[in-house]
């Protein structure tokens, strides 16, 4: 079950997760994403992320049978990287029996990576981002591989950034756009052109509150996941991905404490 929940991951999320036994030690370009001629744009406008602690809580469910898979702690923390000004979103906690943690550097300016590091039980990546490649490593029981594969403007790397890219874009009712996704398994990197749109609004409730939000759809070959956004500080309280491997089981996320000062008053925050 483990192995499946991280390659549904991997939509959004570019989790590590053994699937080939026959890597070993290779250097590994991924391939290109097959994309048509649709602008690929996201106008982010980072000015609109903030610094702040979100915990989740993931839960399986199949059926009527609800089975807790463990709380992550995402955090969004401003820094500078290399003289870069810059955001550090950082997640820890469990997925399933396994602890996961895992930080993605993005630019302040544009959201676009800069460096990313991943672990997930025994499993390591590390990459480092230019203008136009990525290089990194990784290493699982099946051997190292190093990394070597295009970047591009609209690649979204993780949940995290998935999420902050999500703060930073215009939604509104209607609203559309396409990005790729970046995937990673222990057979390698792809990358796989995604679909974002604005599909619906809803009023939702989740552990940390009640909230107005867009429902935003995100689309890949691999699968389809669907958030919950908040029109307010536009923060993912929810998500849900259906998961065929599993016999059509869902995954969802939900939001239970914050202390984003969009979603909740001073006193309600979480400690520091």
């Excluded at 499946?4 to 997760?17: E, M, R």
């Excluded at 991924?30 to 406008?45: I, K, N, Q, W």
């Excluded at 089975?67 to 969004?76: C, K």
């Excluded at 630019?107 to 990459?127: F, I, K, N, S, Y």
Aim: net charge negative.
């Amino acid at each position: 079950m483990i192995r499946a929940l991280l390659l549904v991951s991997a939509l959004s999320a570019g989790a590590i997760g053994p699937q080939r036994a026959e890597a070993q030690s290779a250097s590994v370009t991924a391939p290109a994403a097959s994309l048509d001629s649709t602008l690929h744009r996201l106008p982010v406008d980072s000015t609109r992320l903030q610094a702040a602690r979100f915990v989740y809580r993931s839960v399986l469910v199949r059926d009527t049978i609800s089975s807790p898979i463990g709380d992550q702690q995402f955090v969004v923390t401003a820094m500078d990287y290399a003289g870069t000004p810059a955001w550090m979103l950082a997640r820890d906690g469990q997925q399933g029996v396994t602890t996961i943690s895992d930080s993605l550097v993005v630019r302040r300016a544009d959201l676009r990576p800069l460096h990313w590091t991943t672990a997930l039980g025994v499993a390591r990546l590390a990459a480092e981002f230019t203008a136009d490649t990525v290089f990194g490593a990784m290493t699982s029981p099946l051997g190292k591989q190093n990394l070597i594969f295009a970047t591009r403007p609209d690649m979204l790397v993780n949940t995290m950034e998935v999420d902050a890219v999500l703060a930073s874009l215009p939604l509104t009712t209607g609203w559309r756009d396409s990005a790729t996704v970046l995937v990673v398994d222990a057979g390698g990197t792809a990358t796989a052109p995604a679909t974002i749109d604005v599909e619906g609004e809803e009023h939702v409730v989740v552990p940390a509150g009640e909230y107005d939000c867009w429902i935003v759809s995100l689309e890949t070959e691999r699968g389809n996941e669907r958030l919950w956004v908040t029109k307010q500080g536009q923060v993912v309280v929810r998500s849900e991905q259906v998961l065929p491997q599993l016999g059509g089981a869902t995954l969802q996320r939900v939001l239970v404490q914050t202390d984003n000062p969009a979603l909740v008053p001073a006193s309600a925050r979480l400690p520091h």
